[in-house]
């Protein structure tokens, strides 16, 4: 079932501080034209009246204008919305995708708006402009992030052995999605240590993939082919965090330091190759999480700070 949000009221106002109603909202790639925050890290706000009746209740305020809040948007809707970062409300060619949820405090808090928006706000950035009005729907589209895990053995691929490391893998990185917040869908593969299927894996999912993991295949002998096939699809290699793995585990382990695991982007798409064994796996994974939301901030250009 699709879910829709109703606008309500649209404001804007060319100085900071509360919004007043408008008769439209004109959208670019800046936010909303002539409004102040247009060209800003924050430059469409969103309220829901829900939240505005909740601290009308809780603080015994009277019920206030439109724009008070200081959003451009408020609206109302029927849904129970879980609203997370990177999700996004369309409406014909518009498209606006939400980069914050609440901002930080800053100087005195006065007035409502600036008591509830730090708390409640949502804020988005504009992919594709147009004119917004008052009575308007938006469809809400969440997010969900799609990964696929790739085992590659010849010994699991024929039902030798259970393949342990691929679901360590998901179940490592379903966990600190959660832990962020994030909503994600995980795809197990299992196939031979062979360049040609993992070649035709990789070309049917970095279109649809923002996360690609493989698991096994990095060490130096003859079948350990996974990097050598990797290093195709990766356009910017990230060599910093497998550096660091491999020197921090191999003071320890020398052995670690043979392994040619690797990390790099494509598009959006972020991919990594992993040793095959499940304690190297939850080794790398615990370093390689400690670093995904801000390498999923930057492939979307979103100002975290």
């Known amino acids: ?46 309220f829901d009246v829900a939240e505005a009746k909740r601290f009308y209740s809780i603080t015994g305020a009277k019920e206030l204008d439109s724009g008070q809040f200081a959003e451009n948007i408020l609206f109302k809707t029927s849904d129970n919305l879980d609203i997370k970062i ?9 498209v606006l995708e939400i980069t914050q949820k609440g901002k930080p405090f800053h100087g005195r808090f006065s007035e409502p708006g600036n008591y509830v928006m730090p708390r409640e706000g949502i804020f988005c950035r504009v992919l594709s402009g147009g004119t917004l009005k008052a009575g308007d729907e938006m469809e809400y589209c969440p997010k969900v992030f799609n990964a696929k895990v790739i085992t590659l053995s010849d010994r699991a691929s024929r039902g030798v052995y259970d393949d342990r490391s691929g679901p360590a893998v998901s179940e490592i990185l379903q966990k600190h999605f959660q832990k962020l917040n994030w909503r994600l869908k995980i795809e197990n593969i299992i196939i031979p240590d062979s360049r040609e299927k993992l070649r035709e894996i990789l070309e049917a999912s970095l279109h649809d993939s923002d996360l690609i993991i493989t698991t096994g295949g990095t060490g130096i ?42 990390a790099g982007v494509n598009g959006k798409t972020l991919l990594f190759a992993l040793p095959g064994s499940v304690r190297a796996v939850n080794e790398y994974m615990t370093e390689i999480n400690k670093h995904i939301k801000h390498l999923i901030y930057m492939l979307y250009n979103v100002d975290s700070h």
Do not use: C
């Open 1 to 46: 079932m699709t879910q829709k949000i109703k606008i309500v009221a649209i404001n804007a106002a060319s100085e900071r501080g509360r919004k007043f109603p408008v008769e439209k909202l004109d959208l670019n790639q800046d936010g909303v034209i002539d409004d102040v925050h247009a060209g800003t890290i924050r430059p469409v706000s969103m």
């Open 86 to 94: 990177f999700d996004r409300f369309l409406k014909d060619e518009v």
């Open 221 to 262: 002998g003859l079948r350990d082919i996974t990097p050598d096939v990797m290093k195709d699809y990766i356009k910017k290699e990230i060599p910093g965090i497998m550096e660091m793995i491999r020197w921090k585990y191999g003071i320890e382990k020398p052995a670690a330091l043979i392994s040619r695991a690797m």
